[in-house]
């Protein structure tokens, strides 16, 4: 007997063309079957015998004449009616006489011409055949025999009701046989609970194949048109839920119920396909069958949700199995026809309502078989529908996911865990995050549903007195999935929009343009998030005071500033958030702008087409009535009025709408309150209601339905106490339904990038506590790297949005896990940082952050310079971390392989203040190679301790520490001025070594940052001020201090011209140095400022600068080491006049003076220096010669370097009166040279007189002062001075002897050097006066006398002064040499003068 069990849910394939020319042997085949099993069976076998003569039974007569037929019409099989040899096997499976196996050898039969399709599109008459298949197989009767054959048979029929729905010709089928399918194969369903497990799962299987396949039809099939019935359906009622019908099992056995034969109890409610609404028989199937099966599936759900189908004795358990077996079915249907609900308005109105509904409902079912399948179920609806479903799923997220998932409805750990994955696999959808926000965080009338989800995936993410479980990991992966998806949106810079937030536009009137074009959407949600903000604000205002509440949205420009009854309303109506017991007071107040309130309130609602008792249910949803007799009147009044306005159809005035308005409200007490223990029939209720329409009775009918539906759902007057999230009870699901269809559209957010801003601010702070909680308490390692993967990926997007503030917490917490600032000695630390790899993985992650986003980090800068420092201190940076731009070739370089190790900090070495420099000698040497040889060795590390320390090493290489101190030049400002500060912070709060280390850092950065140096330099300096200030011993903190700060002058004086005297002014800090620490470190301090001298001189040019330069040089002068480097620098600035400035030049005499009166070098040196004081002359007269012709300014510079000529001599007759003879005797040549050698310059008249009383006077008196303080045997030295000092004097005079001649005061001049020719004439030595003085003073007065008779200043006749100058000066001169005047004039010049003297 040919029979096919083959699996039901089997895909056949296409038939080939030898087949189809062998049908009508198949058909031959098979009668053959059918007959040879009808003649074994006892009946049918037994006629034959007993009378041969006698007529075939019908059934096999007409198999034999289709047997007699079938041959002649194999060469034109497409053109017979299929009818015709179809029609014997169909009367077999219908014929309650025909036995189990018989019928199971027809349905096989049938079976084999479905499947190798000798029916096909191309058959004449396919349609008729196909109905009469179907029509056979779903009113299939036949004998039992057996439990065995039985299940056979039954399986045959969903074989083959499942071949047809295959077949290419299923197109032809009509819609009621499509239901008739689906229904009988559901019956069987029904009917295997009490068979075997097999034929269970195979019926079950099969119906969701049949479901499959005829939903994967549905893209076929245009849009459908919106019908009137349709689009009225939810205003109806409210609620849509299907009818169930009750009706028998369409298989059964024979018609008298015999002993043996298959009988389905009758059951009281067995819901029937295609009961619901009247099917065209002839219309191909597609819309309504699919409308009809799917309504069927939503009416499962609803049988089960009201208790269930049936006794409990069936294993379809209604408690899991049937809800379960639905959704999955619904779960199938919506796979593979959602995306195409919306375009037939059947369809999605079933998805909106009865669906939903029921999804509200089993979403909190206890088992988490249901919940899972009830997730699927609204992925998919999200995925395909949710532009449709907006209000739904936001129901849907708060009530049930959201619920569970935060244990707040007693939820298992299995269901919690089913909600979280299904929050996770949503936040896994590209867009899912940005839709939520656009959708409802930026929906005045939504709840924060993006907010609420990252604030439940953060707490949920929290172990709290409890080890990781699995919960926590999931809620973590929703947080990252959520930054995750947010990252791959960004690009390397997102700009950020501001809304427009001036504009005074009423809230609840704010429109889009455009909701699918991002320019036009993305302004708009920012600012309905703007405005809602405030109102979430008001709103909890006015739930404490409303009058304030209302005055403070005044304030914050959300109401006008003179209220208006539409603007409270509207505030009221649309607001997300109030205490709808607040509201309902206020609503129901006597003050008569409540009232306007209250009337304004109620037109805000739409109640056409809608029943009485639903738009009661819709208005008292949005608030709570309140208690007062006469605010419930007033309330009700307002709603009877509007309610009346717009639907005044069935209702003959506004009075009958408030008297049946108030007679609901009553039954609704009388039904629902405890207390009332009589309660209200239905006809008591309609005798109340009598004469209440105009004079006329309401319909019965009428009645009856509001009856019925307050009795059954609860019209809730007070909140559900104990919830803290919403719960979604009858009346809130009614009210959903109404508000769906005032909406706004839903927003698709393929841009969500222009809107990543405002999210992460929501998302980051959530974000980054949960990280940091998991990260302290997780040790899997896998778990681990997600959370630096978190950390990273935060990062990134703060980076690229600016968020310092995120940024600072990022750092903060990943430092806390570095393990770097736990107290521990250096070789635990060590160990404890290269096994620990969450330290080493967060270490890592610090550094990532702070080279990638540096630009960004402000107080986060502190933590990663503690990281640092205790980096170093551990020894696991390299030996020199960071360079500047500017390093010297000779110092160690990064990039030099061999030079980039990591040592162990070296041991501090202790310089001493009396001897800082290098030690040396003989014992030194042998007492530091006592010491090295009495040192123990070292114990050896162990394996583990080298593995420890090798991956510390590594780790510390891959954080590329020295990238932030090198490439700080790329950072911006205000970044790089908070990373000097924190290195000055932490260098002031640790030891000597950690602060020297952050020195370090701090003069790199600031090196490496010279073109903006102010930015950083008052920190700089003022800390390196109070280092020097505060120090009174050497240490290495100062000298780093010192040189550092020379350091950064060398480098900066030559880019930063503008800058020079504030560098150079820095470098006074030198000055102050305690005398200890200045001594220990003189010498050093001086090459460098040798080296800055030589290196920038011709960027020195201001008096201050040099100032501080030669004040650094002239110190050295009198120091053992130091005067050597600080003559070389002096040399390089004044020999030849090299640089040499006006702005200098004092400064660089008085310093050259200091050094030719050191006694620290030797002779030559000294003698060098008054070389250096005089040929500094010749520069005045190279600048002399540079001036222009006269005028003021060629007067101011003669004046200028008239006086810079007087320092000059000046100071070299200082240098005159040193102690050493060489010294002395060639000062006083070379100030001879400078007084008398400066040709072109022109010197006033007035400052030889200076000249002379200063510097020529007052040399003579000292010298001849020294004289008497000398001992006898200095005399002879003495001797050669005072005549090199006569004729620096005569040289000097006859010099200057025409600007002096010039003078008013120069006959005191005049005397005044006579005066010390006198002086010099009673030198005496040994008590003897000099021979050589003596004729040295006659011949230069002589020759004085000479010149002053030449020039004419001295005559007889007195020509300059009076007669007394020439009386006065041979007065004078007769007490040095009496016999020189008539030396110089003969005796006629003197009798010529003398009649004249006598005359006076």
């Known amino acids: 007997m040919p029979e096919n069990m083959g699996c039901p849910n089997q895909q056949f394939e296409t038939v080939p063309v030898a087949l189809k020319s062998s049908s009508a042997f198949m058909v031959n085949s098979e009668i053959g079957a059918v007959l040879s099993v009808m003649r074994r069976n006892v009946r049918w076998g037994g006629q034959y015998l007993e009378d041969e003569d006698q007529f075939d039974h019908s059934l096999i007569k007409s198999f034999k004449e289709i047997r007699r037929e079938v041959f002649s019409w194999k060469k034109q099989w497409h053109n017979v009616d299929p009818v015709l040899y179809l029609q014997p096997f169909l009367d077999v499976i219908q014929s309650d006489e025909a036995g189990a196996p018989i019928t199971g050898v027809a349905l096989s039969s049938i079976y084999k011409f479905v499947t190798l399709e000798v029916l096909d599109l191309d058959t004449v008459n396919v349609a008729d055949a196909l109905h009469l298949i179907v029509d056979a197989v779903t009113s299939c009767r036949f004998e039992v025999t057996d439990p065995a054959s039985e299940e056979v048979v039954l399986v045959k029929i969903l074989q083959v009701l499942l071949a047809c729905i295959k077949n290419k010709a299923s197109v032809k089928l009509s819609n009621q046989h499509v239901c008739d399918m689906v229904n009988t194969c559901f019956q069987i369903v029904h009917q295997a609970s009490s068979k075997s497990e097999l034929l269970q799962r195979i019926a079950r299987q099969t119906m969701h194949e049949l479901v499959r396949c005829i939903f994967s039809h549905l893209h076929n099939v245009g849009p459908s048109h919106v019908t009137e019935e349709v689009s009225s359906k939810q205003q109806d009622n409210g609620y849509t839920g299907s009818r169930i019908e009750p009706r028998s099992n369409p298989v059964t056995g024979s018609a008298n119920n015999s002993p043996g034969t298959l009988v389905v109890k009758e059951i009281d409610t067995i819901i029937e396909v295609g009961q619901t609404k009247e099917l065209v028989t002839s219309e191909l199937y597609g819309v309504p069958c699919m409308v009809e099966i799917f309504q069927f599936l939503c009416s499962l759900l609803s049988a089960a949700e009201n208790g269930g189908v049936g006794p409990r004795s069936n294993s379809l358990s209604y408690d899991e199995d049937v809800p379960l077996f639905s959704l999955g079915l619904i779960n199938s249907a919506i796979e593979l026809a959602g995306a195409y609900f919306d375009q037939h308005p059947e369809l999605l109105a079933l998805v909106e309502n009865d669906l939903f509904h029921s999804l509200m409902q089993f979403g909190l079912s206890k088992s988490p ?117 947010m990252s791959d949106k960004m690009g390397s810079e997102v700009p950020v929009l501001e809304p427009d937030l001036e504009d005074d536009e009423l809230f609840w009137k704010v429109k889009c343009e455009n909701y699918e074009n991002p320019d036009f959407w993305v ?13 979430m604000v008001g709103a909890d205002h006015f739930n404490r005071n409303p009058e304030k509440g209302l005055q403070f949205l005044q304030g914050m420009r959300m109401l006008p500033d003179t209220l208006d009854p539409v603007n409270v309303a509207c505030f009221l109506r649309y607001t997300i958030g109030l205490d709808k017991n607040r509201v309902g007071d206020y609503l129901g107040n006597h003050d008569q702008f409540c009232v306007d309130v209250l009337q304004e309130f109620a037109k805000t609602f739409d109640f056409q087409d809608m029943n009485l008792d639903i738009a009661l249910r819709v208005f008292l949803e949005t608030f709570r009535l309140p208690g007062e007799a006469q605010k419930i009147q007033r309330v009700v009044e307002a709603f009877s009025e509007q309610y009346y306005q717009q639907s005044p159809d069935t209702l003959a005035n506004k009075d009958a709408a408030l008297l049946l308005s108030y007679s609901l409200i009553l039954l609704n007490t009388d039904q629902h309150n405890a207390q009332v223990k009589k309660k209200m029939t239905e006809e008591d209720f309609i005798r109340n209601n009598r004469r209440i329409n105009g004079g006329n009775d309401l319909p019965r009918e009428y009645l009856s339905e509001l009856y019925h539906s307050i009795s059954e759902n609860e019209i809730r007057m007070t909140p559900v106490q104990g919830a803290s999230l919403p719960t979604m009870t009858h009346d809130s699901w009614v009210g959903l339904l109404h508000k769906s269809t005032q909406t706004v559209p839903y927003i698709t957010c393929e841009s969500g990038e222009m809107i990543s801003n405002e999210m992460f601010t929501i998302l980051s702070g959530p974000t980054v506590a949960a990280l940091s909680v998991i990260l302290d308490l997780v040790e899997e390692e896998d778990v681990l790297q997600t959370c630096i993967n978190g950390f990273l990926i935060v990062a990134k997007i703060a980076g690229c949005y600016h968020l310092d503030d995120v940024l600072d917490g990022l750092l903060v917490s990943l430092s806390k896990f570095t393990t770097l600032l736990v107290p521990m000695s250096v070789e635990e630390s060590v160990f404890a940082f290269g096994n620990d790899t969450k330290a080493r993985n967060a270490t890592t992650a610090v550094f990532t952050i702070a080279n990638a986003y540096g630009d960004y980090i402000r107080s986060g800068w502190r933590n990663t310079v503690d990281c640092i420092l205790s980096l170093h201190k551990l020894g696991l940076l390299p030996t020199r971390l960071a360079s500047d731009a500017a390093d010297d070739v000779d110092q160690v370089s990064e990039s030099d392989p061999e030079k980039f190790v990591l040592l162990s900090p070296p041991a501090p070495i202790v310089i001493s203040a009396a001897h800082s420099r290098k030690s040396s000698g003989l014992m030194g040497r042998f007492s530091e190679f006592l010491y090295y040889d009495t040192e123990k060795p070292a114990p050896q590390p162990s394996q583990e301790q080298l593995e420890a320390h090798k991956h510390a090493v590594e780790t510390v290489k891959s954080c590329h520490v020295n990238t932030i101190f090198t490439e700080s030049k790329f950072l911006q400002s205000e970044s790089l001025s908070n990373l000097a500060r924190a290195l000055i912070l932490a260098s002031g709060q640790s030891h000597e070594a950690g602060a020297v280390f952050c020195l370090e850092l701090l003069i790199t950065v600031t090196l490496n940052n010279r073109d903006r140096i102010m930015l950083l330099w008052p920190g700089v300096y003022e800390y390196i001020t109070s280092i020097v200030q505060s120090a009174v011993m050497p ?78 040089v002239s110190i050295t002068a009198r120091h053992p080491e130091a005067s050597e480097p600080g003559f070389e620098t002096l040399e390089f600035i004044m020999l030849d006049g090299a640089h040499l400035l006006p702005a200098n030049f004092v400064l660089c005499v008085n310093a050259a003076r200091q050094f030719a009166e050191s006694r620290v070098g030797d002779v030559a040196r000294s003698l060098k220096s008054v070389d250096l004081m005089s040929g500094s002359a010749r520069c005045l007269m190279r600048w002399s010669e540079a001036i222009g012709d006269e005028g003021e300014t060629a007067v101011k510079l003669y004046q200028n370097i008239g006086e810079m000529w007087l320092r000059l001599v000046q100071d070299l007759r200082k240098v005159c009166l040193d102690p050493r003879e060489e010294i002395k005797n060639h000062a006083i040549l070379m100030l001879q040279s400078c007084l008398t050698g400066l040709h072109g310059v022109q010197l006033q008249d007035e400052l030889w007189s200076q000249c002379f009383d200063l510097v020529v006077f007052t040399l003579v008196t000292d010298l001849l002062e020294m004289v008497q303080d000398k001992s006898p045997r200095e005399y002879r030295n003495m001797e050669g001075t005072l005549i090199l000092s006569l004729k620096l004097l005569s040289n000097a005079f006859l010099h200057s002897l025409s600007s002096l001649s010039r ?34 003073v006659s011949e230069l007065l002589k020759n004085i006398l000479l010149v002053m008779k030449t020039s004419g200043i001295l005559v007889p006749t007195d020509a300059v002064g009076s007669d007394s100058f020439w009386q006065l000066t041979w007065l004078h001169v007769k007490n040095i040499a009496p016999n020189l005047q008539t030396e110089v004039f003969s005796e006629n010049e003197v009798e010529q003068s003398v009649p004249n003297a006598n005359s006076l």
């Open 523 to 535: 302004p708009y949600i920012r600012k309905k998030k703007h405005m809602k903000k405030k109102l």
């Open 369 to 485: 078989l249901i919940l899972s399948t009830v997730c699927s179920i609204v992925l998919n609806l999200y995925h395909l529908l949710r532009m449709k479903l907006k209000l739904q799923l936001e129901a849907f997220f708060s009530s049930v996911l959201m619920r569970i998932a935060q244990n707040k409805h007693g939820a298992k750990y299995q269901l919690q865990e089913v909600a979280m994955e299904t929050i996770v696999d949503l936040c896994r959808q590209p867009t899912f995050i940005y839709e939520m926000y656009a959708n409802y965080d930026c929906d005045i009338s939504c709840s924060n549903i993006f907010e609420d989800l990252v604030n439940l995936l953060s707490k949920s993410a929290f172990p709290v007195n409890s080890p990781l479980s699995a919960i926590h990991v999931l809620a973590l992966e929703g947080l990252i999935s959520m930054i995750n998806g």
């Open 1035 to 1112: 240490s290495t903190l100062v000298e780093k201090a010192v040189f550092g700060l020379i350091r950064i002058c060398q480098r900066l004086l030559p880019y930063k011209e503008n800058l020079t005297d504030e560098l150079l002014k820095s470098l006074q800090l030198i000055l102050k140095l305690d005398a200890r620490v200045a001594d220990a470190y003189c010498e050093n301090i001086t090459h460098e400022v040798m080296r800055l001298v030589k290196a920038n001189a011709r960027q020195i040019k201001s008096h201050l600068g040099w100032r501080t330069i030669t004040s650094l």
């Open 1303 to 1336: 003078l008013v005061s120069f006959c005191k001049v005049w005397l005044g050097v006579l005066s010390c020719m006198e002086r010099f004439m009673k030198v005496k030595f040994r008590g003897k006066k000099s021979d050589k003085i003596h004729e040295t």
